[in-house]
DNA sequence: AGCACGATGCTCT
DNA sequence: GAGCATCGTGCTT
């Protein structure tokens, strides 16, 4: 099997941002890290759109923060927030139009225990809790994921039916004004999915 | 099982 | 100087 055939091109990030945020679940987040290849299944994941939605980072404009929205798809969007978390994001559209993914959680399937043992037995089901177990921080701001060499891309996966396709608010954004606050534009396999069958038989799959 | 809160530092006004 | 696209702990039901 010849993973480089598999990566997601960047004609997939090009589509509207809600489309590549729903197609996501159940691709596979590859990450190479010190020389070993760690994986996991999105299951979660959030979409920010233009400087007209007041959830994305982007609502002000162009700042020397976000510039990597602003850029071609198909690379990742990595910030620091909270005074400790790294938060990893997907560029989607076209060059010039900010827009992006925020990967949310993933079951991890390769390098399952480099994973567990980054993140001391604790679970993936979070943004911050991606980005410590694969190793990711501003380092990787601006990575190419559609380029094997940055160590870092997206796979495709099998695909998550419509039905397993669970969508709502997205997540902490407090002080965002309506319509922004309770649009829809979070996406999550429902437990169910048969994505998760067979992973360590944890009872609690989505949080 | 569900809050409440402290940690901790970068970005932008 | 305020505000974070959060997490983990600890305390309360």
Redesign the pocket.
């Known amino acids: 099997m010849n993973s480089v055939v598999n990566i997601l091109p960047r004609h997939f990030y090009t589509q509207p941002t809600l489309q590549v945020a729903r197609d996501l679940l159940g691709a596979r987040l590859v990450r190479v890290l010190d020389g070993v290849r760690l994986a996991g299944i999105i299951v979660e994941a959030?979409a920010?759109i233009g400087e007209e939605d007041q959830?994305?980072?982007?609502r002000?404009?162009r700042?020397?923060?976000?510039a990597v929205?602003y850029g071609p798809p198909g690379h990742a969007?990595v910030?620091?927030?909270?005074?400790?978390?790294w938060?990893l994001?997907a560029v989607t559209e076209r060059e010039g139009f900010p827009a992006?993914v925020?990967l949310?959680a993933i079951v991890p399937i390769e390098g399952v225990d480099v994973i567990s043992a980054r993140?001391?037995g604790?679970?993936t089901?979070?943004?911050?809790?991606?980005t410590?177990a694969l190793g990711i921080d501003?380092a990787q701001n601006g990575l190419d994921l559609c380029a094997q060499d940055s160590g870092l891309w997206i796979e495709a996966g099998e695909p998550v039916p419509d039905g397993a396709v669970i969508s709502g608010p997205?997540?902490?954004?407090?002080?965002?004004p309506e319509p922004w606050k309770s649009i829809p534009w979070r996406f999550r396999t429902s437990p169910p999915s048969p994505l998760l069958e067979g992973e360590g038989g944890n009872k609690?799959m989505i949080k």
Not at 55 to 58: L, S, T
């Open positions: 959030e920010y959830g994305c980072h982007a002000s404009g700042t020397r923060r976000n929205m969007y910030y620091f927030t909270y005074g400790m978390h938060m994001n992006a925020l949310r993140r001391q604790r679970d089901l979070g943004p911050a809790k991606i410590r501003g997205r997540v902490g954004l407090f002080t965002v609690k």
